[in-house]
């Protein structure tokens, strides 16, 4: 089994070289932390002709583009199984919040990316292209949609992707292999089949709508004088229609909006081209009419003001590093992210 992890990296530069890292030994991404501290960790094996990896990390984004993609390697697809934590998945036009134990699939030769909670772990199963069809007639259309972890055999899937990645860490018999592989595939294809059908369709419909929210979104996000109650008028549909792509997301116009903001403030208040620049004018620079508002908020979704998190940014790039230990709890059959003393495994 091969291993990775953020454990001594340096402070600085340390999302690109963990990005290479990871592109090295799964698959080409790039990592966008939101923390400073963020730590992540990553564990690859197989079971027959199926990739395991299990990937557990801090707040973070992935980003897998056009540029990332060689189309001369062979297709892949994954099965990611959220293990614990919370994750926002985007493919093919649909976005989905995958909570712990749901699956999701991805296509590795188009664009995606995922936004993780701190803590989030996730499991992917890769499967060669030629093989998930058959057990998925038609995966390109299950691209980026949710199989909840209650649907189907869904739960009967990602107990038995634990219980190999399990046996996996302590050795795994390969003349079975091939079985196990082949008898996981049937129980996920048999799940995606119950829940959209044997002839799934592609996109959900309102993922064109959603898009086109979010890019609205983004051309008017640094604007203070931008409100997400007026998106509906400004784009000529109801306030509730808007509302209603977001709550498909679990979301909000609001939440996304006030979210997309802090985090560009936070990315800032850390990037040493805006050190000439005091608080009140990132804030103003990224959306926020009122200073006041901006710090409250700031300090409820960061746990500290913006003037300590710009204060420790500066300080951590020669501090502390956090290690990270990807491990299983099997007396709550419960995936955990672990944190190290320095030097230790």
């Known amino acids: 089994m091969e291993r990775a992890s953020t454990d001594g990296l340096r402070p600085a530069g340390k999302a690109q070289a963990w990005s290479a890292r990871y592109s090295e030994v799964l698959a080409a991404a790039d990592f966008i932390p939101f923390d400073d501290d963020f730590s992540a960790g990553l564990a690859v094996s197989h079971v027959g002709p199926l990739g395991f990896a299990r990937l557990a990390t801090g707040r973070c984004a992935i980003n897998r583009t056009a540029a990332h993609i060689d189309r001369n390697s062979p297709q892949l697809y994954s099965v990611i199984i959220q293990a614990s934590g919370r994750g926002l998945f985007t493919q093919v036009g649909n976005r989905v919040v995958l909570e712990p134990g749901d699956l999701a699939l991805c296509d590795h030769a188009l664009p995606h990316s995922r936004v993780l909670e701190r803590g ?29 972890a209650g649907a189907g055999l869904a739960p009967s899937a990602s107990t038995m992707a634990r219980s190999l990645w399990q046996r996996l860490e302590h050795g795994f018999s390969p003349q079975y292999e091939d079985c196990f592989a082949h008898h996981l595939l049937e129980l996920i294809g048999t799940s995606y089949a119950m829940v959209f059908g044997p002839d799934p369709e592609g996109s959900v419909p309102d993922a064109d ?3 086109l929210v979010l890019s609205h979104i983004d051309d008017r996000l640094y604007d203070p004088g931008f409100r997400p109650g007026a998106i509906g008028g400004e784009l000529g549909v109801t306030a ?3 509302r209603r792509l977001f709550a498909a997301c679990n979301d909000s116009p609001r939440g996304y909006v006030l979210r997309r903001r802090l985090q560009e403030a936070a990315r800032r208040l850390r990037d040493p081209r805006w050190r000439g620049h005091t608080i009140a004018e990132i804030a103003h620079c990224c959306g926020f009419a009122s200073n006041a508002v901006f710090t409250r908020s700031f300090r409820e979704r960061f746990e500290q003001s913006p003037t300590e998190y710009r204060a420790k940014g500066a300080a951590r790039e020669c501090g502390e590093r956090w290690p990270v230990a990807i491990s299983f709890d099997r007396s709550v059959d419960d995936a955990r992210l672990e944190r190290a003393s320095a030097g230790t495994e």
């Open 120 to 148: 989030a772990e996730m499991l992917l199963v890769r499967v060669p292209a030629e093989m998930i069809a058959e057990y998925m007639p038609r995966p390109q259309h299950l691209c980026g949609r949710r199989l909840p």
């Open 209 to 211: 709508a959603l898009l």
């Open 240 to 242: 509730h229609e808007v």
